[in-house]
C-alpha cells in the first residue's frame, strides 16, 4: 500500500488544475523555472532525509544509574591469562597471543589507556582486583555467548576497577591464520570485541564495527577496528572525535550508501547554485 505524505513535507506534485494557464513573459518564466528547481530541490532533500540510512554514531558507552562514563582512570590496565583447563580445547599460549593483537588494535586510539597482556598465569577470582582472561571448564553463561566480560565499577565515579573475560569453550573457537570460510570462530576477532568492553564500550549498531555484538564464522576481518570503534572510545575517554588524518590509517572503506548520499548531496548544492544565477 502506498502512504500519503506528512502535511509538514514538501509536496513534490507537478500537476495543474483544469484550465489554461496564462503566457508569462519571459522574465517571469524564468522566475517560475527557478521556483520549481527551489522546490524540486526541496522535495529531493525530505526524500533523502526520510529514505536515506542513518550515517552517524552506533556506539554505546557503558554508564552508571547516575549517567556517568564508564572508564578506567589508569594509564595502563593489565590483563592475564588464567590456568587453562586442557579440556576447553585452548591453549594458554595461544590466548596470551591472540589477546596481545586485540590489545595492539585498540592501542592506537589516542587517550585510550594501554591494555597490557602480562606473560605471567594467574588465578581467576570475583573482586580481587586482578583482572583475568579465562576459559572456565564449565560454561554458565548463557548457551549463546561466545564470551563474556564482567566489570566493577564505582557507582558514583564511574571509576573501573576490574574487569574479567571468560571465553565459551563449547564453541569451535580458535586462532585462524585467515579468512577461511570455515565453521570456526577468530580468537583474536573475539577477544578485541572483549576488550572494548574491558574498556568500558557497549555493543555497538553498526554492523562493521568490532562492537556489533555478532562475529562470523572463519572471519578475521573484525581484527581492525572500525570508525565507530574508533569515535567510540574517543568520547570515552575524553579526546576529539576521529579526523580525517586518523581515520585513513584504519584502512575504512566507504560503504555505496554513503558514496550516494555525498553524490546526491553535491548535486542539490550546485542545482541552487544554478538556480541563482543572474
Known sequence: TRRRPP?????CSSGHASGTRPALAPGMRREAQRRGARKLAA????????GAPAIGRAYELKRTEGDTPIRWLEAEVHLCVSPVDPSSGFDRRTIVRAAQMAAAAWSDVPGVPRIVVDEESCESAALDGVNTISAPPEWGEGPRHLAVTRSTHLPRSGQLIEADVLINGEFPIRMLEEDDNGA???LPTLLTHELGHVL????????DAVMWPRIGRGRVDGRELAPDDVDGALALYGAASTAAPYRTGCSVSVTPSERGVGALLLGLVAALLWVRRP
Open 7 to 11: 502535511a509538514h513535507l514538501p509536496r
Open 43 to 50: 522535495c529531493l532533500v525530505a526524500a533523502l532525509w526520510l
Open 184 to 186: 570456526d570462530y577468530d
Open 200 to 207: 568500558g564500550l557497549g555493543e555497538s549498531g553498526e554492523a
